[in-house]
């Protein structure tokens, strides 16, 4: 045993209890920096001081699985808290929120705000789960709508919460969460939402353009009073000429058949991926129907004619929304008049709502607190706000022509497409409808595309979307930014961006489209 044997190893000692004092104090500084223990965390949430509001319950679960009656158990979750808060800005509002963090080193320093559907006024824990297993810290609220959509009858605040309030206040309290919770804020803060969540998002665009460094706005219900004006000009058509799924479906293959041959071959005949048409298309598909069922009368072909034209107003003309889309169902076109009772109140008879004078009392009352119709994106785009639209080529519950204009109209107000393009895209996906459809029912992830293009500068162009039918993909294909579409090279037997025709659709009048409020 040589001599310095007893030196050095008292050297090795003394180097290993610096590091293992090195080592606590890096976790005591990781701990810091992630804001203090368990325990202190979950405190700093209950202690929170929410304005106008109070939180009414802060858990923390260790357990991969969450059950859920009568749906699938949902796994893979990491540790987490969930927090609930109640918001209560006026006499008449109450807004539910609840907020998922998930721990440390899980959380991938983001936050995503979350839309609803529909008429909302519940949450689902599904659209909190699967951002939490992503690493987001998720937020989502019930809009205040709560317990059923007939809080809203009469009650501007529960207007106001619908149209926008109630998901800025979602934010506010869910960045206020993430600083409590990990001891500093959001990297980046996202919104995703579809339907109902792309009114939600646009209108965090348009009206609180600091909430929100991305956005996503699928299929936006944003044009929403006349949105709902269209509903109801097809309800009342249908209750006096209803058709069968038979002929329904006889409408359906008339106009993926008359339409066959502007399509890629995957879609000719089955579905239609630009639904931009005119009168005499019309006319054409409503012919070749009455040929494909007999039972179709001409009573049947007047009822076409309205729901493909759309809601006009009595006496003047006045644009109020698009018509039905060609090769789209007839489901989901029609009912949702919840709007209405707001406005009228509950007994109002709903077909006895007329499309003059009604017309515009309903949009002068809502429009104003509903629409997110403001084209003037400025603020978003000057803090380096990124956003993409995204619409169905067959979706009857939210068609694309509002959204279609609403693009021409920032691009108006940015002096050229190009300028519009620099932070705001649009996707019209081919044969998509209000979820599924005969087409692309797998659209590309345009939450991980508006990441890439808000963090890494990395402009989305071509994105791949596919078909899938029980789980075997049947297709894929690319999708172009509006007004690029998708074309197909016989020679190559590939796809290629083509150019698109701009605009198409007969705009929502004005007076349809009130200035917001506040």
């Known amino acids: 045993m040589r001599a310095s044997y007893f030196p050095d190893m008292l050297k090795m000692i003394a180097l290993a209890c610096v590091a293992g004092m090195v080592t606590a104090d890096m976790a005591k500084a990781q701990e810091a920096a992630a804001g203090g223990g368990l325990e202190e965390r979950l405190a700093r949430l209950r202690g929170l001081k929410v304005a106008n509001g109070v939180v009414t319950s802060v858990e923390h679960f260790d357990s991969p699985t969450l059950e859920i009656p009568d749906k699938p158990a949902i796994t893979n979750l990491p540790p987490r808290a969930v927090m609930k808060v109640e918001l209560r800005p006026a006499e008449g509002s109450h807004i539910l929120v609840e907020i998922w963090l998930p721990d440390e080193p899980k959380w991938n320093g983001r936050l995503l705000g979350i839309g609803n559907g529909g008429a909302a006024g519940h949450i689902n824990p599904q659209q909190l789960a699967w951002p939490t297993q992503g690493g987001y810290a998720a937020a989502t609220t019930d809009m205040g709508t709560a317990p059923n959509p007939d809080s809203g009858v009469g009650n501007r605040e529960v207007w106001r919460d619908f149209g926008y309030r109630a998901t800025h206040l979602m934010t506010v309290v869910a960045k206020d969460a993430v600083r409590a919770y990990y001891g500093r804020g959001p990297e980046y803060s996202y919104f995703n939402g579809g339907s109902t969540g792309g009114q939600q998002a646009m209108q965090e665009a348009q009206r609180y353009p600091e909430d ?9 219900a944003h044009c929403r009073a006349p949105l709902h004006a269209y509903f109801l000009w097809n309800d009342q058509i249908f209750a006096k000429c209803p058709f069968t799924k038979e002929q329904e479906a006889a409408v359906i293959a008339a106009a993926n058949e008359y339409l066959a041959a502007r399509e890629v071959p995957v879609a000719a005949g089955k579905f239609v991926s630009d639904p931009r048409w005119d009168a005499k298309d019309q006319e054409a598909v409503i012919a070749l129907a009455l040929k494909k069922d007999a039972t179709l009368t001409p009573a049947h072909a007047e009822a076409l004619r309205k729901l493909f034209a759309g809601p006009v107003q009595e006496g003047t ?44 009392t309903y949009s002068a009352a809502l429009g104003p607190w509903l ?13 380096g706000g990124k956003m993409i639209m995204m619409a169905g080529s067959v979706d009857s519950v939210v068609p694309c022509w509002a959204s279609i204009d609403y693009y021409e109209r920032v691009a108006t107000r940015e002096g050229g497409l190009e300028k519009a393009q620099e932070f705001l895209k649009f996707y019209l996906i081919p044969g998509m409808a209000h979820g599924g459809g005969p087409g692309m029912n797998k659209p590309p992830d345009m939450l991980a595309a508006v990441r890439a293009w808000r963090e890494k500068g990395v402009a989305p162009g071509e994105l791949i979307g596919s078909r899938s039918v029980d789980g075997k993909k049947e297709w894929e294909m690319p999708v172009y930014p509006y007004p690029k579409k998708t074309a197909w090279d016989a020679a190559t037997s590939t796809y290629k961006a083509v150019d698109g025709p701009r605009g198409g659709v007969e705009p929502v009048a004005e007076k349809f489209r009130p200035a917001a409020t506040e």
């Open 212 to 220: 929100y460094d991305g956005i996503v706005a699928n299929i936006p």
């Open 317 to 360: 003309g006045a644009r109020i929304f698009g018509g039905l889309p060609p090769g789209s169902t007839f489901e989901g076109s029609h009912g949702n008049l919840y709007l209405f009772k707001w406005v009228f109140g509950a007994k109002k008879p709903l077909g006895e709502i007329n499309f003059g004078a009604d017309i515009d």
């Open 371 to 383: 629409n997110a119709e403001n084209d003037d994106l400025s603020a978003f785009a000057k803090r």
